[in-house]
């Protein structure tokens, strides 16, 4: 289930889609993304920066988070089944409420459903969709904000980020994305580092997952020896500080 760029990176490249375009998130605060500059492409076009991933570091799996379906639009299943038609395998966050939002996914042939604690209606909506479609193809996002759980609702009562996702290994999952908004497009370093080692540490048996704030290769492998499988990554990539050159001499 590990995504590489080769058999020794465990590296995630994020696409943010907002309004058509692949957009730079920081902190969480979505009034203020803008289109992304990249050294890799001058093109904002989630199929040329998807292209550009592929031909620098040899990437054909995507984090995309669609911020128009998280914030309540439709999902841009064009757009998806664009990349998926060239090649491209997606990690999928298209805001989530409820099993029926997870099935149109499945049918659009996602490979990996994203279910985000922040637009999740309720913890047995997880249960319902675990069971249609099984651990190994649903990853639970535990959506954070200054390591406190971003719960979109009140029927989650969800106050502690490990106690949370102890509840969601206890209930069956099995593939846990630990994501601190905070930490997105900043230049402090992940925000969920203690709480990746505490839970890869207690459980290794599950897919421990984690981004934002990543600042270069240091960054991964640290995580990495934690037990950290899949690192997302965006800034990072798009500015030079991981590069291709770096990654052949992992």
Not at 82 to 93: I, M, Y
Not at 186 to 201: F, Q, R, T, V
Not at 209 to 215: H, K, L, Q
Not at 219 to 229: C, E, M, P, S, Y
């Amino acid at each position: 289930m590990k995504n590489r760029a080769n058999d020794r990176t465990p590296i995630l490249p994020v696409i943010d889609l907002l309004h058509g375009e692949v957009v730079r998130g920081v902190g969480g605060r979505r009034s203020e993304y803008r289109p992304v500059r990249s050294c890799l492409t001058n093109s904002s076009r989630p199929l040329d920066v998807a292209e550009a991933f592929r031909e620098t570091f040899g990437f054909t799996e995507l984090y995309l988070a669609d911020l128009d379906a998280i914030l309540g639009a439709e999902p841009a299943f064009e757009q998806y089944a664009t990349l998926r038609n060239r090649g491209f395998r997606l990690w999928l966050d298209a805001g989530v409420q409820q099993l029926a939002d997870a099935n149109r996914l499945a049918e659009a042939g996602i490979e990996t459903i994203v279910l985000g604690l922040e637009t999740l209606r309720e913890p047995w909506e997880f249960c319902r969709i675990l069971r249609e479609h099984g651990p190994e193809r649903v990853v639970f996002s535990l959506d954070m904000k200054d390591g406190k759980p971003l719960a979109g609702n009140g029927k989650w009562m969800a106050t502690d980020a490990l106690e949370l996702a102890k509840w969601i290994i206890h209930v069956g999952g099995r593939r846990l994305l630990l994501l601190d908004l905070a930490s997105v497009g900043g230049d402090a370093g992940p925000g969920s580092e203690s709480l990746c080692e505490a839970l890869a540490a207690s459980h290794p048996d599950v897919e421990i997952s984690t981004g934002g704030g990543i600042r270069g290769i240091d960054d991964v492998k640290r995580l990495q020896k934690f037990g950290v499988a899949n690192v997302l990554v965006a800034s990072a990539l798009h500015d030079g500080r991981i590069t291709a050159a770096k990654l052949r001499i992992w």
